[in-house]
């Protein structure tokens, strides 16, 4: 299994995400290494973004997404789900992609079709804020083998506040696959 390296992240967002699908979702403890396919994406393209949490500027809860690419956002919504997004380009920019579902592929039970429900089977929570993806035991990796994706582009959910860039299609995923969380 082969790491992404820093460099991947550190491109257009747009790029990212498409090219995120297909890869594999590594999570390693003591006990067990769980992976799955990522499905389903959203990408939240900066500051500039309305839907965006960077929109708000640099917070607390929002700096790690000004920080260098390639490392994990984890936010607490609705005080109870979890969320993973990729942070992307340089730093300052305050991109991201969220994770929107995975297809199991070892270790995971549970349902993995929506941002919370992948994050509940994959044990992801706030201790994985900041946490790096070149790291051994948390990171995307290329899958064993290769495959060829159709894509499906359609606009982001959930996020109808954000004026006109909620009709952006910013969201992508693997055409059929039956663990996108909805279409």
């Not at 991947?8 to 498409?18: G, I, K, N, S």
């Not at 991201?96 to 995971?108: C, D, F, M, S």
């Not at 506040?161 to 055409?175: C, P, Q, S």
């Amino acid at each position: 299994m082969k790491k992404l390296p820093r460099a991947f992240y550190d491109r257009d967002t747009v790029l990212v995400a498409r090219e995120l699908l297909g890869k594999w979702l590594v999570l390693r403890t003591e006990k067990i290494e769980r992976i799955g396919k990522i499905v389903e994406v959203e990408a939240y393209l900066g500051a500039h973004d309305l839907a965006a949490h960077s929109s708000k500027g640099v917070t607390e809860r929002t700096k790690i997404m000004f920080g260098p690419p390639g490392h994990a956002y984890v936010y607490l919504i609705y005080g109870a789900h979890h969320c993973l997004n990729v942070v992307t380009e340089g730093e300052g920019n305050g991109a991201a992609i969220l994770l929107r579902a995975v297809e199991p592929v070892k270790n995971i039970l549970g349902r993995t079709c929506g941002p919370g429900l992948l994050c509940r089977a994959l044990e992801i929570d706030r201790r994985l804020n900041a946490h790096d993806l070149l790291s051994d035991d948390f990171f995307i990796a290329e899958p064993e083998a290769a495959e060829k994706l159709s894509i499906v582009k359609r606009p982001r959910i959930g996020v109808d506040y954000a004026g006109v860039w909620a009709k952006k299609r910013l969201r992508y995923y693997i055409k059929e696959n039956p663990f996108v969380s909805r279409t």
